[in-house]
């Protein structure tokens, strides 16, 4: 019987046996224990299933991993320490020195940065499209050696809402995946797989979790991308990988198990960016509420939208729920049950207005965070984007007016009150 969405964000993952724990088990071990040296070569070689060392694997967080997959619609899923770790392990995995990968450039800063400047010292070569580009904008952006395509369903902190369809099918028909950060949009208002996307990542960090307790990621594969297709282009995945002893991934574990496969053996053996099992713990405690949490965050947020947009101090306001926004068709096709928590908009008067408003916030607090249950806001012209003078904020897309709030899980009215006394402030 396949469960609807709300049971699996309470029950999915971990199903425990006669006698055993009903709350999923932290497993606080470094390592596993075997009998016969037998036993564990056969695990290094992966020739049996198992755990041996927690920098690779740990049950707990494959349980939780599992419930994400399961939410997510794929058919194998990891947990990274970060959502930074998520990102740049969906693309290394199958995107190395020499390779070209295209990418939306309405992305979460630090996927920008760790794409533009890290990976590009890798050898990794990106080439940013806007997300609103034609077919034939996108299309063009394609080389050789491209080997994915990028983009997040809802963009932090743009609030970009992506044509995944498109994107999808400009992928595919370089013969390449689609890489989708869902991280605003949660499996709850979006699921990525439905639309052609191929591989899903999280930050977890923020509506996963939730309450502001543990830095998290994860990668969902969909199992639906035929790697040995175009096996010249991802020989990592279908050629013998030697430090694996001859495994070739596709042919072992095949196209449901592969990405997921050589992302664990090879990029987390070799940089050990994993999510402690404790912090794995508190996930699956946020991700119990999630479906209940994620609706109340788009109500409160919704709410907010429509007062500040006929507030008159308001010079504008955006947010994909408002009839109005650029993104509302867009979202009603992706987001049809609501988009996420986050609100920007500009106070009139300027970077001036803005500081004084925030200064008057009590219930929202400064904070460089979304998702949290507790409202929390930012203006990027004095924090994140401090060093940028006005035009080169404007190049950015952050106008210096710019202010971010992230919904929490309150009254709404008391958000409103409060937003309504901080503006009178002004
Ligand atoms: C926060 C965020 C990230 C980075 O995640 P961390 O958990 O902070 O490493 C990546 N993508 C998006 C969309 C984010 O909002």
Same mark, same amino acid.
């Given at each position: 019987m396949s469960k609807r969405i709300e049971t699996v964000c309470v029950q999915g993952g971990y199903t425990p046996k006669n006698g055993e724990p009903r709350q999923l088990p932290i497993i606080q071990s470094t390592t596993f224990k075997y009998d016969t040296s037998e036993d564990m070569g056969k695990l290094f070689d992966l020739e049996a299933d198992g755990y041996f060392y927690t920098r690779l694997a740990n049950p707990t967080n494959d349980a939780v991993a599992a419930k994400i997959c399961e939410l997510e619609g794929g058919s194998a899923a990891m947990l990274t320490s970060s959502g930074q770790a998520a990102n740049f392990y969906s693309v290394f995995n199958i995107a190395s020195c020499g390779d070209h990968v295209v990418a939306s450039s309405a992305i979460y800063g630090g996927s920008y940065n760790l794409f533009s400047v890290t990976m590009k010292k890798m050898g990794v070569d990106f080439t940013f499209v806007s997300p609103d580009c034609t077919e034939e904008e996108l299309n063009a952006a394609f080389r050789p050696n491209t080997k994915a395509v990028f983009g997040e369903t809802i963009a932090n902190p743009a609030l970009v809402v992506l044509d995944i369809e498109m994107f999808a099918k400009a992928a595919h028909a370089h013969g390449v995946p689609l890489i989708i950060d869902n991280t605003f949009a949660t499996p709850i208002n979006c699921r990525p797989i439905e639309w052609g996307a191929d591989i899903v990542t999280h930050s977890t960090t923020k509506y996963i979790d939730g309450h502001g307790v543990t830095v998290g990621g994860c990668i969902v594969d969909s199992g639906k991308f035929d790697w040995t297709k175009y096996a010249d282009k991802y020989p990592g995945l279908c050629t013998p990988d030697d430090?694996?002893?001859?495994?070739?991934?596709? %042919?072992?574990?095949?196209?449901?198990?592969?990405? *997921?496969?050589? !992302?664990? +053996?090879?990029?987390?053996?070799?940089?050990?960016? *994993? =999510?402690?099992? =404790?912090?794995?713990?508190?996930?699956?405690?946020?991700?119990?509420?999630?479906?209940?949490?994620?609706?109340?965050? !788009?109500?409160?947020? =919704?709410?907010?939208? %429509?007062?500040?947009? +006929?507030?008159?101090?308001? +010079?504008?306001?955006?947010?994909?729920?408002?009839?109005?926004?650029?993104?509302?068709?867009? +979202?009603?096709?992706?987001?049809?049950?609501?988009?996420?928590?986050?609100?920007?908009?500009?106070?009139?008067?300027?970077?001036?207005?803005? %500081?004084?408003?925030?200064?008057?916030?009590? *219930?929202?607090a400064i904070e460089t965070h979304v998702a949290d249950a507790r409202s929390c806001c930012l203006h990027p012209a004095s924090a994140t984007h401090r060093q940028m003078n006005d035009d080169e904020l404007r190049a950015a897309g952050v106008s210096p007016d710019l202010v971010r709030l992230s919904c929490g899980l309150e009254n709404a009215q008391d958000l409103i009150d409060d937003i309504a006394q901080a503006l009178e402030s002004i």
């Open positions: 430090s694996y002893h001859g495994v070739t991934y596709t %042919e072992r574990f095949g196209l449901g198990g592969a990405f *997921i496969t050589k !992302c664990t +053996a090879q990029l987390m053996r070799d940089f050990g960016s *994993i =999510q402690s099992p =404790q912090n794995a713990f508190y996930l699956n405690m946020g991700l119990e509420s999630l479906h209940i949490r994620v609706k109340r965050h !788009c109500e409160n947020a =919704q709410t907010v939208a %429509e007062f500040l947009a +006929a507030n008159d101090k308001i +010079a504008w306001v955006n947010y994909c729920g408002l009839p109005g926004d650029k993104y509302y068709a867009r +979202a009603q096709k992706y987001l049809p049950n609501g988009s996420c928590g986050v609100v920007s908009f500009g106070v009139k008067g300027g970077r001036k207005a803005a %500081e004084t408003f925030m200064k008057h916030l009590k *219930i929202a």
